[in-house]
């Protein structure tokens, strides 16, 4: 059974950081394109960052480019997602989410497992 466990959210000031981890069990990570999706409170879940399980290319949204960084760690079946400069509009349950589709079809209606996500409240 496919699991994805996520991590690292809570309340923090604005310009301040956090670190979600995400671990998963039930599949290897390294087959799969990891990354984060959030849904505000009233919206649409979102793309934040996705990588691919070649090469290093990682998409981000523009809402989070220069703040944010993915990573991920294949042998320890584990991705991250580092926050910095945070704001409050980044307030969010936080998802990871993996598919085995190439990067470039990375989307919501393509993510074959989900996480149960992670709070993340950044206050003014």
């Known amino acids: 059974q496919v699991k994805l466990a996520e991590s690292g959210g809570g309340l923090v000031q604005a310009g301040g950081s956090l670190k979600l981890s995400c671990v998963a069990s039930?599949?290897?990570?390294?087959?799969?394109?990891v990354g984060w999706f959030r849904q505000a409170p009233g919206k649409d879940r979102k793309f934040v960052a996705a990588?691919?399980?070649?090469?290093?290319?990682?998409y981000y949204a523009d809402a989070v480019k220069g703040r944010f960084t993915l990573s991920r760690d294949d042998r320890s079946n584990m991705l991250h997602l580092s926050m910095d400069s945070l704001k409050p509009e980044d307030t969010a349950v936080y998802y990871c989410?993996?598919?085995?589709?190439?990067?470039?079809?990375?989307?919501?209606?393509?993510?074959?497992?989900w996480g149960q996500g992670t709070q993340v409240t950044v206050s003014s």
């Open positions: 039930g599949l290897r990570t390294q087959s799969y394109s």
């Open positions: 989410a993996l598919t085995r589709v190439q990067l470039n079809d990375y989307q919501a209606s393509t993510i074959e497992h």
């Open positions: 990588r691919g399980w070649i090469g290093d290319t990682t």
